[in-house]
């Protein structure tokens, strides 16, 4: 059975370190045995089709020993699989279709996180920004874009989710991630 996943790297080609060119990362994952990749953008995002029955965190583990192994620095890395991004897309509870790319973000999690985790945060202190949380998701609206976005600053702390992986997409590329994944 052949399966669609893309691979999210985080914190990788910022401001010229951690690099991963993606001339480079489309044949590693040809070499772990994948087909059909395809990066977007240089900001860490690669879809590819893989045959067997290796899970997500299976292939997570693989991409990430092979990029450790091929670049010489660990890169955090979540690998999901095309049904999750179309549900993840689809629950949105923004009106995405309203908003601009910039302004609607999603941060995806290695494992489930509970509203336990925010229950700390005065919502009503950064209106007009928000947030919801999706199956291991999380949905930022910040009208002022990921930059300027106080809640962000707030949310993303690594203290808060500690010992789970998060990277954010913003909404254009969630959608683009979806495209690719169901070509």
């Keep these: 059975m052949t399966t669609t996943y893309a691979a999210l790297l985080r914190g990788i080609n910022v401001s010229g370190h951690r690099k991963v060119p993606m001339a480079e990362l489309r044949p590693l994952l040809e070499g772990l045995g994948h087909t059909r990749v395809r990066t977007y953008l240089q900001s ?100 002022e874009g990921l930059g300027r976005s106080k809640l962000a600053e707030v949310l993303h702390r690594p203290s808060r989710t500690k010992g789970i992986v998060a990277t954010t997409r913003n909404w254009n590329t969630v959608v683009k991630l979806v495209e690719l994944t169901r070509d």
């Design 44 to 143: 860490g995002n690669a879809v590819f089709t893989t045959d067997g029955d290796a899970g997500e965190e299976q292939l997570t583990r693989e991409l990430e020993q092979a990029i450790e192994k091929r670049f010489g620095f660990t890169v955090d890395c979540l690998v999901r699989d095309a049904a999750y991004l179309a549900a993840v897309a689809d629950a949105c509870p923004f009106p995405a279709a309203e908003l601009e790319g910039k302004q609607l973000h999603v941060t995806y999690y290695s494992a489930p996180v509970g509203p336990e985790t925010f229950a700390d945060l005065d919502p009503a202190a950064f209106l007009p920004e928000e947030f919801r949380l999706g199956d291991r998701a999380l949905y930022l609206y910040a009208p």
